[in-house]
């Protein structure tokens, strides 16, 4: 098989929809996202890109091409059990490392945290960064926090041969979780440089430790924008990932490189570094639509025409799906995949997602169906610190004339057909776990889904 294209996927942490200059965000945040900006405008700008709401569910999605719910990982673990993903789940790192690239994540990981559930369990032949959360970086600071007596944060690293370490001279302090993306960035570039240096592809997964809380800007940024530290940590994440595109065209790889720049969900709610959903409302960790957009831009030279902008809903599994499909890659058949192949939709032959809809949850609660541009909502919530509203009869929403989702009774009339779609997408899925049952949260590493026999 002829070598793909490489793959640099550039994951940022909690990026609501009103926070780079390309989506409304930019100045109007207090500071310039300049490279970023330049960016959108080489390639696709999608504007209903639909992650789930919550770090490890989202980064779930992502690396299976499957809801999270499928995986068990539909919540953010808490502490240190035996959570996160089983050895029978199949990454999108997997598939290409068998295909001969060369793979590495560096970053938070947040899919669990012991043997058989690392990165490089999963695929990548190297890594590099906390296995949980960054907000454990503000322990130290916490008067009640005992070191010696309560879970301790540590930066870890390891190779798929050797195995994972935790690098007990590096704890996740305040100073190291500021700095951390220093480190991130020189470990990718020394991984760029080898990878083509022995002609291989490469798939780069970088998890920038940005907009995540704590907010802190590196000394070099800090007091740049005159604005506060939560503008001047916007100016330093695109700083970050404009340097990664030099380094790419120093490398002369430019041309041959998918590069895309994804949030995770949406905006933050904690009030010391609030995000902003833009146009929508809402929070990460609800099933608004302020917690479920994130900005996506997609740069392919060549393949996807620049200049393009879309609201074509997209879910974030089809990108296993799509990068799979654009790296020669067979989509692996024995399982359920909820991604959908959206190659001629990217690069612009086909006007329309191939994607009709999807299902939302929160947890393990389905909160929503969204079909086109209508969400059917079943439990209503718009932000992280409010109570889940569990609707007696649905209420319809057509997110083009009310995208800040104010409708607050049900439309029993002019959108009632709607739900018919939202019904046969919630059989699909039926349909699907009946197949397939999903893997219970908290499932040991050696857990098998048992598919009836034929």
Not at 291 to 309: D, K, V, Y
Not at 315 to 343: K, N
Not at 387 to 413: F, G, H, Y
Request: aromatic content about 10%.
């Amino acid at each position: 098989m002829s070598p793909g294209p490489n793959i640099f996927f550039f994951h940022v942490d909690n990026l609501g929809m009103g926070e780079l200059g390309c989506y409304g965000g930019g100045i109007v945040r207090g500071a310039e996202t300049r490279r970023t900006d330049e960016f959108a405008r080489d390639g696709l700008q999608l504007w209903h890109y639909i992650a789930e709401p919550q770090c490890t569910p989202s980064r779930s999605a992502l690396m299976t091409g499957r809801y999270a719910i499928r995986s068990g990982t539909h919540t953010v673990p808490r502490g240190s059990g035996s959570q996160g993903l089983v050895a029978w789940e199949r990454t999108i790192a997997e598939v290409l490392s068998e295909a001969g690239y060369a793979t590495a994540c560096f970053g938070k990981w947040h899919l669990g945290a012991e043997d058989g559930r690392w990165p490089t369990d999963h695929g990548f032949d190297e890594w590099y960064g906390p296995p949980r959360s960054y907000d454990e970086s503000r322990w130290f600071e916490n008067p009640w926090y005992r070191p010696d007596r309560d879970l301790r944060s540590y930066m870890h690293e390891g190779t798929r041969d050797a195995g994972v370490r935790q690098l007990d001279d590096e704890p996740l302090t305040l100073e190291r979780r500021r700095d951390i993306d220093v480190e991130y960035t020189r470990r990718a570039i020394a991984f760029l440089k080898k990878s083509v240096g022995e002609n291989r592809p490469f798939y780069l997964y970088f998890n920038h430790s940005l907009l995540h809380v704590p907010t802190i800007p590196r000394p070099g940024f800090q007091g740049v924008t005159g604005n506060g530290d939560w503008a001047d940590c916007l100016v330093e994440l695109d700083h970050d990932f404009g340097e990664l595109l030099d380094v790419l065209e120093e490398l002369g790889v430019a041309e041959d490189t998918i590069v895309v720049l994804a949030g995770d969900n949406g905006a933050e709610n904690l009030l010391i570094a609030r995000g902003s959903s833009g146009v929508f409302e809402g929070s990460y960790f609800t099933s608004s639509e302020g917690g479920l957009r994130t900005p996506c831009l997609i740069r392919w030279p060549g393949e996807i025409s620049p200049g393009r902008a879309s609201n074509e809903l997209v879910h974030q599994t089809d990108m296993y799906t799509t990068l799979l499909a654009w790296a020669g890659c067979s989509i692996p058949d024995d399982r359920e995949i909820d991604g959908v192949d959206q190659r001629a939709f990217f690069a612009g032959s086909q006007a329309a997602s191939s994607r009709e809809g999807c299902l939302v949850w929160v947890t393990d609660v389905l909160h929503a169906v969204k079909w086109q541009n209508f969400k059917v909502a079943y439990v209503r919530q718009r932000y992280s610190d409010e109570a889940p509203q569990v609707m007696t009869t649905p209420v319809v929403i057509n997110l083009l004339t009310d995208p800040k989702e104010r409708e607050s009774w049900p439309v029993l009339q002019a959108y009632n057909w709607v739900h018919a779609h939202a019904q046969r997408l919630r059989d699909a899925y039926d349909r699907s776990t009946r197949r397939e049952p999903p893997i219970p949260a908290g499932a040991p590493v050696d857990h098998v889904p048992k598919r009836p026999k034929n």
